[in-house]
């Protein structure tokens, strides 16, 4: 981005949704880490050339981010006193998690200094996510208008935070921190069912989101998807796996049921809202193919990666062709 004042008023909207791609890319990086069940060759290789595009992607954004709010102060506070966007700000502790238990899955015992980072750097996320989460929820007790809480507000991007805490356990488990992990797990379990009953009610009172908001539906996957991959790191029976797996895989459904209305919006950065529920069911979805008696699921699991996949690549060939032409990054655009 050059120093002009077009880049410069460029960068006065580059607000928290940015980190959005690198959960994308790192979801895709798990899917791939997921595709073999033997976790060796081609399929580890192309996980790890994910996981390098979701680093540079973080750093990036990371640096960009810091010089805009050095730059643009007013701008930050307004994404943080947004009503419907302000859940964001927790996508920058999930892209940390991610990228820490990505490390985790591919380098985990690769040297003792390594883990010590991997580590640091989980632990640097897990409490920065449950400082989003805690300053998220408190702005539910606040008046409606002082900025709290309001029916029009209640979006599934309100989901975002209870996704970074029950990420903990997937790699909170390999690297000892166990009583950690699942604290913070029984977090995101408590406010998954509330957010999801909170959305229902908004939906009989409200009615439907905006058509430019309909790819935060697929957002609403990603908590039982990531519980499924929860309960199958600790080695809870099978059926609540599967119980999981058939809510993630109706969630999915449901959002798809408004395929027309999202082929027929231009593209913006709520388009990746898609990217990683679809990484997180395909993760579950390879998982549980590779067990016993479930070999049934390993062509879905293929086909949802090849999805997953263009996808993905899709989206950051659409998102580079924006920045080109000068569509995202604008007040509308984000």
């Not at 990086?29 to 976790?39: C, E, K, T, V, Y």
């Not at 050339?49 to 960009?64: E, M, N």
């Not at 998807?225 to 099978?238: E, F, P, R, W």
Request: with cysteine; net charge neutral.
């Amino acid at each position: 981005m050059q120093a002009s004042p077009q880049g410069a008023n460029a960068l006065e909207h580059l607000s928290p949704v940015w980190f959005v791609p690198v959960m994308g890319w790192c979801g895709l990086a798990q899917a791939w880490l997921r595709a073999s069940d033997s976790g060796e060759g081609l399929t580890t290789l192309l996980a790890t050339l994910a996981g390098a595009v979701a680093l540079t992607i973080f750093l990036v954004v990371s640096v960009l981010s810091l010089v805009r709010w050095s730059q643009y102060p007013s701008a930050v506070a307004m994404d943080m006193q947004h009503p419907v966007r302000h859940p964001f700000i927790a996508t920058i502790p999930i892209s940390i998690m991610l990228l820490a238990s990505l490390g985790v899955a591919i380098f985990w015992n690769a040297s003792e200094s390594l883990n010590n980072g991997l580590r640091l750097v989980w632990a640097g996320g897990s409490l920065l996510e449950i400082a989003a989460t805690l300053w998220v929820t408190a702005r539910w007790l606040q008046a409606k208008e002082a900025g709290g809480p309001s029916w029009n507000a209640i979006t599934p991007i309100l989901f975002i935070p209870v996704v970074g805490n029950a990420l903990a356990p997937l790699a909170g488990l390999t690297i000892g921190l166990e009583p950690w992990a699942m604290a913070q797990f029984g977090l995101g379990l408590f406010l998954w069912p509330v957010m999801q009953t909170l959305l229902v009610v908004r939906w009989v009172h409200v009615g439907p989101l905006p058509p430019r908001m309909m790819p935060a539906l697929f957002i609403m996957v990603v908590p039982p998807s990531i519980v499924g991959l929860d309960l199958l790191q600790m080695g809870v029976a099978l059926p609540w796996i599967w119980c999981m797996w058939g809510l993630a895989g109706f969630f999915l459904a449901l959002a798809l049921t408004q395929i027309a209305t999202l082929r027929s919006l231009p593209f913006g950065m709520p388009h990746w809202g898609m990217s990683f529920p679809l990484a997180a069911f395909t993760i579950l979805t390879l998982r549980l193919a590779f067990l016993s008696d479930c070999g049934w699921l390993v062509l879905p699991g293929y086909a949802l990666l090849a999805i997953t996949t263009t996808l993905v690549l899709w989206l950051s060939f659409a998102t580079l062709k924006g920045l080109q032409s000068g569509a995202l990054l604008s007040p509308e655009a984000g």
